[in-house]
């Protein structure tokens, strides 16, 4: 079951100053067809994700119905180291999270949970002075060490090992303050969610109302954890 961590500001410490969603850098306003070079570069990330590169023309809508059935695994933590390189020529970027709780596949809690996400944390020089631009592309979740988050995450690509986020950056959500919100400010995180009658609670039913904004990490969090215990995607009672 996924429960919420101690809010832990960058840096390690914990609790100290306020904690508001308007201290993180802005994103893109939503979902959007991405620019002719961020197609081709996601493209290529996504075809080393396993992935169709259909999909990089445009980062399709995914509301939390869809992050919950496509996820592998759900994890709760905080970010504690973020770092890159390149592997068998591809460039990644890896992250190790110190777990709180998941939803989908157990992982103990407190134990560093690792992954590697396509593309470096920025452009760097080669060893002959040449650029290499191999830079995570656009609509690609960013990561922080320090940071409080929710992962939705696929399962890794059987040729490269690589993963990433449902819905690239739709999937990875950050939590200052007891609220989170994904890279897009929750933009469609609701949109067009359909849930069977009377499974929600009154909390959960205005809560998916919310067209966008920052939302109660816990709300959010109990209600992933009934409907990954219900099944309710597989059953058809979330969609």
Request: glycine share 12%.
């Amino acid at each position: 079951m996924i429960t919420p961590c101690k809010a832990i500001r960058p840096g390690g410490r914990d609790g100290v100053g306020p904690c508001r969603h308007e201290d993180i850098p802005p994103r893109p306003e939503q979902p959007s067809t991405i620019g002719r070079r961020a197609v081709l570069a996601t493209a290529f990330a996504l075809a080393a994700l396993g992935a169709a590169p259909a999909a990089a023309v445009q980062l399709q809508p995914a509301h939390l119905g869809k992050l919950i059935g496509s996820s592998d695994l759900i994890v709760a933590g905080t970010v504690k180291s973020v770092t890159d390189g390149h592997d068998r020529g591809l460039p990644y970027t890896e992250v190790t999270i110190s777990v709180a709780s998941t939803a989908k596949k157990k992982l103990a809690a407190r134990s560093d949970f690792k992954f590697r996400q396509y593309g470096l944390l920025a452009p760097r020089k080669l060893a002959d002075g040449s650029s290499f631009l191999g830079a995570a592309p656009d609509g690609f979740p960013h990561w922080a060490q320090g940071e409080q988050v929710i992962a939705f995450l696929y399962k890794p690509a059987s040729r490269t090992g690589l993963r990433t986020t449902v819905g690239l950056a739709q999937g990875k959500f950050t939590t200052l303050g007891g609220r989170t919100a994904n890279e897009f400010g929750n933009r469609g995180l609701f949109a067009n969610l359909q849930v069977s009658p009377g499974l929600l609670t009154p909390e959960e039913s205005a809560m998916v109302r919310q067209p966008a904004g920052d939302v109660d990490a816990t709300a959010l969090l109990r209600l992933v954890n009934r409907a990954v215990a219900g099944q309710w995607v597989e059953r058809g009672m979330m969609k």
